[in-house]
């Protein structure tokens, strides 16, 4: 069983950045991959990033590559998503998920979080 939650949203201003973390619980963490997901209102959840178990190996969804970027800390349980040149497009709520990487990147988690909310004005 693993419990995640997630925090470091809040409202920034275009071009600025956030870095949000998904502290999890459970002696399993370090065995999954975690993704990042979000999903604005009225919009279907979108695929951010996705870490492997290790850490060594990073995949980005195409709209935040060279923008984004996905870590680890499995000494702290810990999965961090440190996002720079924020765009307004960037606002929805961000999820962490975990799971196997191919299915995350499929959008299929065995965990997810209860999502933070990350506003990005104009």
């Known amino acids: 069983q693993v419990q995640l939650v997630e925090s470091g949203g809040g409202l920034v201003q275009t071009g600025g950045s956030l870095r949000l973390s998904c502290a999890a619980s459970g002696r399993t963490f370090s065995s999954y991959s975690i993704g990042w997901f979000r999903q604005a209102p009225g919009k279907e959840r979108e695929f951010v990033a996705v870490?492997?178990?290790?850490?060594?190996?990073?995949y980005p969804g195409d709209s935040v590559k060279g923008r984004f970027t996905i870590s680890r800390d499995n000494a702290k349980n810990t999965v961090y998503l440190q996002m720079n040149s924020l765009l307004p497009e960037d606002t929805a709520v961000y999820y962490c998920?975990?799971?196997?990487?191919?299915?995350?990147?499929?959008?299929?988690?065995?965990?997810w979080g209860q999502g933070t909310q990350v506003t990005v004005s104009s």
């Open positions: 998920a975990a799971g196997r990487f191919s299915d995350l990147v499929d959008y299929r988690a065995d965990y």
């Open positions: 870490i492997s178990w290790s850490g060594g190996t990073t």
